[in-house]
């Protein structure tokens, strides 16, 4: 029975786990181009450059994302060591 319950217990930490995430923000510009990303891994936010040319603004918003996404797992793997 205990060994149950102590599963119940690391979902509730879970969940506020991801509650905690889903609240989190973060934002990385680079050359004009911005992007927000919430702590699903969702893109919230895209502000374009337009005076970037169409490959050089592909370039950035792409390193934009995956740092904001490294941002957002490394918030997660900090959070998921202190719970």
């Known amino acids: 029975m205990g060994?149950?319950?102590d599963n119940l217990k690391q979902l509730g930490k879970l969940?506020?786990?991801q509650d905690a995430?889903?609240?989190?923000k973060k934002e990385?510009?680079?050359e004009g181009t911005r992007v927000i990303v919430n702590g699903k891994m969702e893109v919230e936010e895209i502000t374009l450059?337009?005076?970037?040319?169409?490959?050089?603004?592909?370039e950035v918003l792409?390193?934009?994302i995956n740092e904001a996404v490294n941002q957002i797992r490394q918030e997660a793997a900090k959070k998921m060591f202190n719970v």
């Open 21 to 24: 995430l889903a609240r989190e």
């Open 28 to 30: 990385v510009e680079k």
């Open 49 to 58: 450059n337009p005076q970037l040319e169409t490959r050089k603004q592909e």
């Open 3 to 5: 060994h149950m319950f």
């Open 62 to 64: 792409k390193k934009c």
């Open 15 to 17: 969940k506020e786990l």
